[in-house]
């Protein structure tokens, strides 16, 4: 049987804020690994890849990292992340232009000064840079093939969808769903899901439009619309608590049982 598995890393949003109200969830910032076959896939890079390297079964020699956007909370990490400097690696990094003129660009400002001591040329591992296009589609090894969507949230966002041996695994952070309640293409994009990851920010009746997330409640709407597999609720509001994620998963539940509260070093196999 084909390695399909997904660990989430990080789940917080914004920051990584604890406050000493969640330890059963985690406070690290957005970062999601996926082991597909023998390729390595991470999506996003927020405080939480720092713990990428203590994961066992993950190929570690070549590696696919895929950025939603630019935001501080999805890329934090990225600086102290160990085996960006060990020669011995191979990364692919993929992502939207961020406004520039390449994805290269976009996290070539991301590491310099002011907000950072060193930059690209610090890192010794040996990496290749792609400019994705939304709609594009990603071909890697192994028959794994990675389509991306655009999103709505501020700036260039995408959305990610990961197909594998028969199964699929949609990762769309960072949306608000309720932009897209008549859009088609995204309709198509996470139909049935094995594994579908949404933004679920806000509790209900809290959305502030315009902000590019959603509430639990949109996230359950739409994995029943689609007919989803599993419904991971992922980049929570950065002030809330287990108890309070405890109770936005229950009510999620009622909407579409199997939708789960993700949580830090959390693994599913698909």
Known sequence: MSTFEVTFLGTNGSCAYNGGHRSKYGTNTLCVAVQAGQ???IFDTGSGICGFQELQGYDKEHMHIFFSHYHIDHFSGLLFFPLLFDRQKKFD???????????RGAVDDFLSNPLHPVGLG???AQLDFHTVTPGQAITLPGGVTVHTYRLSHPGVTLGYRVEYDGKVFCYCTDVELSAHLNDDGLLRFTQDADLLVLDSFFDDGKVVPGWGHSSWRECADWAKRVNA????LFHYGFSLGDNEIDDMEKKAKRIFPNAFASADRMRLEL
């Open 229 to 232: 597999g599993k419904m991971a």
């Open 122 to 124: 610090s890192f010794t």
């Open 93 to 103: 990094l993929y992502g939207g232009d961020g406004g520039k003129t390449s994805m």
């Open 39 to 41: 390729e390595t896939l």
